[in-house]
């Protein structure tokens, strides 16, 4: 018992000690969980700026009933400023769904992406509005020439 509790202090006096930056402590973290999930989890800056979302949510689902694999990830685009979703959002949503098949490299373990656009209210956020789109990721890997 004795041992323990020398090694805590111990612990608390290494750690307290050490100028760690907390950014590249962030960094670090970000690094770890992409080498854990996969290489290219966390969306681009180039998915993000491509609809000036202010935030993005990645679920991941795989599923087997009956012996079907029943798999697909589900990214949530929050609040895009782009003036284009008004008009063009299948576009937008099938170009956001080729860039992210192309840059996550577990993609292939899934049959489809879903991309959600969420829009809030600003001034009541319980408000929203919420469109989905569907793609077979085999179709989006086929894809020689992304949409522009």
């Known amino acids: 018992m004795m041992k323990r509790f020398f090694f805590f202090p111990l612990i608390l006096l290494i750690l307290g000690s050490c100028s760690c930056d907390p950014e590249k402590m962030m960094k670090g973290m970000v690094w770890g969980l992409n080498k854990m999930a996969g290489e290219g989890y966390f969306p681009s800056e180039e998915i993000l700026e491509f609809g000036e979302f202010e935030r993005v949510e990645v679920n991941m689902n795989r599923t087997n009933v009956d012996g079907k694999n029943y798999s697909y990830v589900q990214l949530r685009f929050f609040n895009g ?65 992304p949409t522009l």
């Open 81 to 145: 400023k782009n003036p284009n979703l008004q008009y063009n959002q299948e576009n937008i949503a099938l170009r956001c769904a080729e860039l992210y098949a192309q840059e996550y490299s577990k993609i292939k373990n899934y049959k489809e992406i879903q991309i959600v656009f969420i829009q809030s209210d600003p001034i009541n956020p319980d408000n929203f509005a919420m469109n989905e789109y569907s793609f077979n990721v085999q179709d989006l890997l086929k894809t020689e020439n």
